[in-house]
């Protein structure tokens, strides 16, 4: 909480502390009303750093005894302000103790030990266990933990730490304890702990050289049908791991638990990974194939931070996507290996372009490195997570996939049990591959999304092809002037036979891995030995995160859509052309012209639609529509009216000139095959959704009959919710109305598919402030729960025609509900704010409307330093 004025941090003032703990034996004893802490820190001097003060982090901590070795502490032997407790120390060698009294159960914020339905459980990172005991609670700071848990045996038969089990037992008066041993060493936001009634699932993974492990997945008892998926997703994410990095897991125990009241999607505590419920807990007749992909990347992810996060940690929160950059990359390489790699590709860009971008574009732009925060929970960003993996991917792609391996070997080798920074990631990159990677740094300090204007010209006499590439990067909050990056651009040249043309250059280009690497801020690059003047197709697979423009034609554009041999940019090209259509759209509207939809789009879909030679999940994401997140940061000022209108004849221009197209694909696309969560049937189902969608827009009475029947006799959540999504997004109301109705109905007890329900209808076009009112007064919503605020609030704000409503009622209801949970749950409510913070790419009066919700919640008494930080930001100039 925010005491006077919040305390920025910055990058350049880093030092290591003065006493490191080699151990910490941590007593948690659990009682009705209150928690006793009890923590001894075995301490050692930094020898390499002068000052002899005990600086220990500590909030809410209700002190009951502290002692430095043997001696007693009194108020006069330390200063505990501002949540810091300071001591002097004369030993190199001694032991700190602090008995301290916390209040988990009224915790609301989840972090550090709190209540979660009827259990306890712990989130730590990013600083967390400062609410638990005083502590160096900084990620530099590694010890091995013991740990005790005592507590109530009939209510918490369950209690669980990290590391390995290694004494248990009966208490007095009905009490029972459990001691945990973490050999690893490890910094203090990757400790964890649980207690509760919990069921459990075993199973065992051996691995490569022959160690037994057993993996245990903990859920409430009610939820011990949904745990398979994740426990099989686990073990394929072991194999993989060994597979490709060489990594292999190191305890013999390996620990799942999933809690309904969870900030975030999971986190990696070493041995005992905490996972919200959402995000882990699946069946097929509740998860749809969506699901079943997040859960299973979510699961991989938190699993592979065991080596890039947990063996190998970040020096400061500074470096954050040292382990998040690398892991996301790594998570996203693994579903590429076990799924199918342009579709990952196309769905990984199309998320970085709808988040990243856009925050790269306004006033949260920061380095995939910040310089400086205020609150480190407000770094955990699409910038510091996408972006970040985009970087990692880019030295993939300069050095090869094998120097990348060698590096990463030497990167963990190196490194093992050692807390350190990006520099220390990319030195091993570059000392195994020898490629000066100085200049390709930037891209870790330097904010903004690239601009690459390319331009072309062909010499027929000479048969020479001449790109020019000029790339520019816009100001960023803080950064006016930026140096030109290392871009890494992959390409091809088509001939007119849409086949490529062998591509020879004397420039800075790779003939293996097909890659130009441009560095400098224009670049001319010759291509000889040309006949033809060829279409370029550049950037494919999207080799770097920059705006590329080139001026193609529609029918060039077209062109590409079909014949292109990167699969990936077919998909780019359409979406260009999509993007393009739309917004010419818009102007005309604004102008109050008739909207027609230009004929190669059209006849663009219908080729798509029809190519067989195409797998229905990239048929799928070729023919689904960029959303408003990437309208909107494609142009200058945000008229959303027109937007909605452009996008919206679009959609129906293709869905009434295809209405048979889209009858048939969604009927042959049916099965009555059991349900297998996998890359073809999952394809099969996308492409039966959308099919279903576009013929219901056509507003046949044969599609929404097909959707009742659908629903009704679904045998899986992925065809319930494909036949929801498109009834919802029709106007039957009556069809609507009853269909959530029996939803809610079979459903009511089970809580991921309330989650969904909730979120179905705030997504429901014509969804109204007054609308949403209600649902939060529904019993199934909970202010408290983040799943269920997420649901409603978040879903409401993705509603665009909804929440953007011209009289502004949606972003006034925003900031009441930031104003509430600022004193709930500020990280939470600090994540809500970003939901305005583009105000100023709108028309004059939406961005007044926003921006006087983001001056009603900066004026919100007791502001959290978290909602505090965002809200002033975003209203910065
Ligand atoms: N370490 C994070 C979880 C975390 C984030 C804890 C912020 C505390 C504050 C975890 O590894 C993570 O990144 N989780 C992601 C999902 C992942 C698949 C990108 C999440 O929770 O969204
Ligand atoms: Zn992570």
């Not at 916390?102 to 009827?118: F, W």
């Not at 933990?145 to 007095?172: C, M, Q, W, Y």
């Amino acid at each position: 909480m925010r005491t006077q004025d919040p305390k920025t941090i910055y990058l350049k003032e880093y030092q290591q502390p003065a006493y490191w703990v080699e151990h910490i034996n941590l007593t948690v004893r659990l009682f009705e009303g209150y928690t006793e802490v009890a923590s001894e820190l075995r301490l050692k001097k930094n020898p390499t750093v002068d000052s002899r003060e005990l600086v220990l982090n500590g909030v809410g901590q209700s002190i009951q005894s502290l002692h430095l070795g043997d001696q007693p502490l009194s108020e006069d032997d330390y200063q505990y302000s501002d949540n810091i407790l300071r001591l002097q120390c004369d030993a190199d060698e001694v032991q700190f103790r602090a008995v301290t009294h916390i209040d988990p159960q009224n915790n609301t914020s989840l972090e550090g030990l709190y209540q979660s339905g009827t259990m306890y459980c712990t989130q730590c990172e990013a600083e967390g266990f400062r609410k638990i005991t005083f502590y160096p609670d900084r990620p530099d700071v590694m010890a091995s933990f013991t740990t005790r848990i005592e507590a109530d045996a009939k209510h918490f038969p369950v209690l669980l730490s990290n590391g390995n089990p290694v004494d248990s037992g009966a208490l007095e008066g009905g009490r029972h304890y459990a001691v945990w041993e973490d050999p690893f060493p490890k910094p203090s936001y990757l400790f964890a702990l649980v207690a509760g009634d919990l069921a459990s699932k075993d199973d065992r993974f051996t691995t490569f050289s022959g160690r037994e492990a057993t993996l245990r997945i903990f859920v409430e008892p009610q939820n011990a049908h949904k745990v398979d998926f994740a426990l099989t997703s686990l073990k394929k994410a072991m194999t993989w791991d060994e597979e490709v990095y060489g990594r292999e897991y190191d305890l013999d125990l390996f620990m799942i638990v999933a809690s309904d009241f969870f900030n975030m999607g999971a986190m990696e505590n070493k041995g005992l990974n905490i996972f919200n419920s959402a995000a882990v807990l699946a069946s097929p007749d509740t998860s749809n194939d969506q699901r079943f992909e997040r859960i299973e990347g979510i699961v991989a992810h938190e699993y592979f931070h065991n080596w890039s996060g947990n063996r190998v940690t970040c020096r400061d929160w500074f470096q954050l996507s040292l382990k998040e950059g690398f892991t996301v990359f790594r998570d996203t390489e693994f579903s590429s290996d076990t799924h199918d790699r342009a579709v990952k590709r196309i769905e990984t860009v199309a998320g970085l372009r709808a988040g990243q971008f856009p925050e790269d574009n306004g006033p949260m732009a920061h380095p995939v490195r910040p310089d400086s925060y205020i609150e480190i929970n407000n770094f955990y960003t699409a910038t510091v997570y996408e972006k970040g993996a985009e970087v990692v991917r880019m030295i993939h792609t300069l050095i090869s996939a094998e120097y990348f391996r060698r590096g990463s070997d030497l990167y963990f080798e190196r490194f093992d049990g050692q807390a350190v920074t990006t520099d220390d990631f990319v030195a091993c990159m570059e000392e195994v591959s020898g490629l000066d990677l100085t200049q390709f740094k930037r891209w870790y300090s330097q904010a903004g999304t690239p601009r690459l204007t390319v331009t072309d010209q062909f010499d027929a006499g000479k048969g020479t092809y001449t790109l020019s590439f000029h790339q520019s990067c816009p100001a960023t909050p803080g950064q006016t002037e930026k140096s030109p990056f290392v871009i890494p651009i992959k390409l091809g040249l088509l001939g007119a036979d849409g086949q490529d043309l062998p591509i020879t250059t004397k420039a800075n280009y790779n003939a293996d891995t097909e890659v130009l690497t441009i560095t400098d801020e224009v670049t001319e690059v010759v291509f000889t030995g040309l006949s033809e003047r060829p279409v370029p197709s550049l950037l494919r697979d999207f080799s770097a995160p920059v705006k590329l423009s080139f001026g193609y034609s529609n029918e060039q554009l077209a062109f590409l859509a079909a014949n292109d041999a990167n699969g990936f940019n077919r998909w780019d090209a359409l979406q260009q052309l999509y993007l393009r259509a739309i917004l010419s759209m818009a102007t005309d509207h604004r102008a109050g012209r008739t909207l027609s939809a230009p004929s190669v789009v059209v006849e663009a879909v219908a080729t798509v639609a029809g190519d067989a030679s195409l797998s229905p999940a990239i048929r799928a994401s070729m023919l689904t529509l960029p959303g408003y997140a990437i309208l909107k940061d494609a142009v200058d000022v945000v008229y959303i009216d027109d937007l909605i209108a452009a996008r919206k004849h679009l959609v129906k221009t293709l869905a009434s000139r295809y209405r048979d197209i889209w009858r048939s694909l969604t009927e042959k696309l049916s099965s009555d095959a059991p349900y297998e969560f996998n890359a073809e049937e999952s394809g099969r189902r996308q492409l039966q959704g959308l099919s279903l969608w576009y013929w219901l827009k056509a507003g046949d009475q044969a599609a929404f009959d097909f959707a009742a029947e659908l629903y009704a006799g679904a045998t899986n959540q992925t065809d319930r919710s494909n036949a929801l999504r498109a009834v919802l997004a029709g106007d039957a109301e009556a069809l609507q109305q009853s269909l959530l109705s029996d939803f809610y109905e079979r459903w009511q007890s089970d809580t991921q598919m309330v989650e969904q329900w909730l979120t179905m209808q705030a997504g429901t076009p014509g969804m109204t402030v007054a609308g949403i009112e209600t649902l939060m007064q529904h019993p199934a919503f909970d202010i408290k729960n983040p799943n269920k605020v997420r649901s409603v609030i978040v879903g409401f704000a993705m509603n665009t025609e909804s929440f953007h409503d011209e009289k502004g009622e949606g972003y006034a209801l925003l900031a009441s509900v930031v104003r509430q949970l600022n004193a709930l749950n500020p990280q939470l409510a600090a994540r809500l704010v970003t939901l305005l913070s583009d105000w100023k790419r709108y028309d004059t009066a939406r961005g007044r409307m926003m921006a006087s919700a983001l001056e009603t919640i900066l004026a919100t008494e007791s502001l959290s330093s978290n909602v505090f930080e965002m809200a002033q930001r975003a209203l910065k100039d």
